[in-house]
């Protein structure tokens, strides 16, 4: 009878045992890696093709910078009701496991196929995508607009090209040698073309460094990650006779006019200023030229949406160097216009800006910022990759322009404003 009894307990155990075993877990693989219906990612992989994946070598790239190699991917684990990546599991050459969590992952490569994740804002879940399907979608795109895509240069080429800049930068010295002393001062992110003793540009040299990493933490770049090809040139002159004199016996440009700014372009980034004390308003004013360049050369050469250029340059600004009365005042000021307005006077279709609507751009790219950062750093990436600024505000914030403007409206305690 006890025989029996254990017997038959053992069958069920076992048919129990077999039954959940077949259940998904709540991190499997059989989540497919599916969006909600309609949604549609470019690049989007498939689950059949992510199961060809494992067993294969694998390298990590995190958001730190720092790179996990040598391993092979061993499990990728889903969220079971979200469907979104939630931890990348390796194994080293040794058989030892381990787990990543996907919110550190900035890119990652199974064999000779690079991967990125692509974030959902509704349900705040990453999903995997084939770098160079998303990259065949977005080039078609931005061909249909004369523009194209520009890949991060690799350590060699970049060491190459601010070799390049180096000697540049030293053949000007010579050239303004009878101007005044010049020389260079390079840092992690720029080199600092001045005639300023090295005693005096200190706090600069900081600044410089300081600025490039909160663009990168804007854009969801990794802390060590350069956009530019080399270094960032910054020029500082504590003269105007000194900056003239650069612009015309340096950069053969006699029509200056006095004016220091920036100029981009594929072969180097190069801002000037003129500063009779260095300070900071000096470093707010190069903050814009800085945000500018660096949102204009960020994904592609393609023109980003004018409220986002100037709204990055300006919230940029008060986050390197905050100023809590300047920043109330603009906040004042703005809530004002648009109470006063009752909309926000075409600010999301302008083709151009007049200064007067600067910090209205960056209250707005504030709000986005603290709605969702990561939302906001892709709907820039969209954008610069060819996709309507309608369809990215959508697809990252599930808005269209009428919500967005009451919902900005709202946080500033002006209701029902219109676009």
Known sequence: MFRRYVSR?????????????????????????????????????????????????????????????????????????????????????????????????????????????????????LFVINAAAADAAAESRLAAQGKQIREQADEEAQAEATAEHLRFLEAAAKTLSSVGQFHVEETE??????????????????????????????????????????????????????????????????????????????????????????????????????????????????NTVPWMNMGIANAVQFAIIPDRKRQSTQRSNVTRQLRNAGS???????????QERWPMCGQLVQFLVQSDPIAFSQMFRDVKLGVPMEEALQQNFGMDEATLAARFGQSLGVPGLRP
Do not use: C
């Open 189 to 302: 992110s720029t080199l600092l073309f001045t005639d300023y003793p090295p005693a005096a540009t200190a706090g600069l040299r900081t600044f410089v460094d300081k600025l490039n990493r909160q663009l990168n933490q804007m854009f969801g770049l990794p802390q060590s990650d350069s956009i530019w090809r080399g270094k960032a040139i910054l020029a500082v002159f504590s003269t105007p006779a000194r900056f003239a004199a650069f612009e015309e016996q340096v950069m053969n440009n006699p029509n200056h006019g006095g004016r220091a700014g920036v100029r981009g372009g594929a072969k180097r980034f190069l801002q000037t200023a003129i500063a009779k004390n260095i300070d900071g308003n000096v470093a707010r004013g190069l903050s814009w030229g800085y945000s500018l360049g660096f949102a204009g050369r960020l994904h592609s050469d393609a």
């Open 344 to 354: 926000m006077l075409g600010l999301l279709g302008a083709t151009k800006l007049d």
């Open 9 to 125: 307990r053992l069958v069920v155990s076992m048919g129990l045992f077999l039954a959940m075993a077949t259940l998904p877990d709540s991190t499997s693989l059989a989540a497919s890696n599916q969006p909600p219906a309609g949604i549609r990612f470019d690049g989007l992989v498939s689950a059949d093709e992510l199961e060809t994946l494992v067993d294969k070598p694998l390298a990590i790239k995190l958001r730190s910078g720092r790179f996990i190699v040598k391993v092979v991917l061993d499990e990728l684990q889903f969220d079971r009701k979200q469907n979104g990546l939630k931890f990348v599991k390796y194994r080293s050459e040794a058989g030892r496991t381990s787990t990543v969590r996907v919110d550190d992952i900035y890119l990652f490569w199974v064999g000779p196929q690079r991967f990125r994740l692509r974030y959902f804002p509704p349900t705040r879940q």
